[in-house]
């Protein structure tokens, strides 16, 4: 009932910057939070970030902390992942996710992909060195 549409990959050099988006198709899009995910080749699926649904409050990943920050903008019923400083080891499919939580947001319960009911079909993020 929730569908999510992600742009904004594409290819950069280290050191660079990228800004991620994902629209939402329903109104509710203000109930849900809202988490980044990224998966590369050979490799597991890897929480990046998450946000509340108000956006008062936000979780990172140690490995992209304080050069990712994520927003929203509940009006346009979009989520966003600014990526600065980029780095080689950053290149993935990027995926974003919504879940309508009714208990507490934690870093514990939204750094898990399996608490997530909505994909989006991902983007890819290549970074060059």
């Known amino acids: 009932q929730v569908q999510l549409v992600e742009s904004g990959g594409g290819l950069v050099q280290a050191g660079g910057s990228l800004r991620l988006s994902c629209a939402c198709s329903?109104?509710?899009?203000?109930?849900?939070?809202m988490g980044w995910f990224r998966q590369a080749p050979g490799k597991e699926r890897e929480f990046v970030a998450t946000i509340s649904r108000s956006g008062d409050t936000t979780f990172y990943a140690d490995s992209v902390k304080g050069r990712f920050m994520t927003s929203r903008d509940n009006a346009k019923n979009t989520v966003y992942l600014q990526m600065n400083s980029l780095k080689p080891e950053d290149t993935a499919v990027y995926y974003c996710?919504?879940?309508?939580?009714?208990?507490?947001?934690?870093?514990?319960?939204?750094?898990?992909?399996?608490?997530?009911?909505?994909w989006g079909q991902g983007t890819q993020v290549t970074v060059s060195s």
């Open positions: 329903r109104g509710a899009f203000s109930m849900y939070a």
């Open positions: 996710a919504a879940d309508l939580y009714l208990t507490g947001f934690t870093y514990i319960a939204y750094s898990n992909h399996r608490k997530y009911t909505y």
